[in-house]
């Protein structure tokens, strides 16, 4: 991993962490139990620029929202296989009433969940606010493997594996 760089402005970071997402169908997201287990749940992402706020559709009258309103600490994390990306980001979820914002993020696929479209009682605006992320990226599978085949052959550790930031935003 490369440790040695100059840390990137919170504008790069935004802008990285949309490249790193983007075209991403699903995200993970993370939210702490009544009896203070992590559960995950796969959530449709937003084709949209990372701005420091993420956004998801939910149901009112689910599990995940409640766990949300009571333990507000959550994490989103990608995973884009085929590009070797990964990024996870921490944040407190919000429970918003925005009909501009939902207009913004909705689509029609929406109505497998919501049959009464927008106007669907059951729709939860979330806001994740991001307090910090961290992200690896990788320049392609057979330079990994060419680094971890050397790492193995001469005992060291293998350097060049990508890179890796933890960043506060």
Do not use: C
Not at 38 to 62: A, I, R
């Amino acid at each position: 991993m490369d440790t040695n760089h100059t840390p990137m402005s919170r504008e790069e970071t935004l802008k990285t962490i949309t490249t790193l997402t983007k075209g991403i169908k699903f995200a993970m997201l993370t939210v702490v139990t009544d009896s203070g287990h992590l559960k995950s749940h796969p959530m449709t992402t937003q084709d949209s620029e990372f701005d420091g706020d993420v956004w998801f559709l939910g149901g009112k009258d689910t599990e995940q929202v409640r766990n949300m309103q009571a333990r507000p600490e959550v994490n989103v994390s990608y995973a884009d296989h085929g590009k070797h990306n990964y990024i996870s980001i921490a944040g407190t979820a919000q429970m918003v009433e925005d009909p501009a914002k939902l207009d913004e993020l909705w689509s029609d696929g929406y109505k497998a969940y919501f049959p009464g479209g927008k106007a669907d009682p059951n729709i939860q605006l979330i806001k994740i606010e991001a307090h910090g992320a961290e992200y690896w990226g990788s320049d392609g599978k057979l330079k990994n493997l060419f680094s971890q085949a050397r790492a193995a052959v001469t005992g060291k550790p293998a350097t060049d594996l990508g890179t890796n930031e933890t960043v506060k935003l």
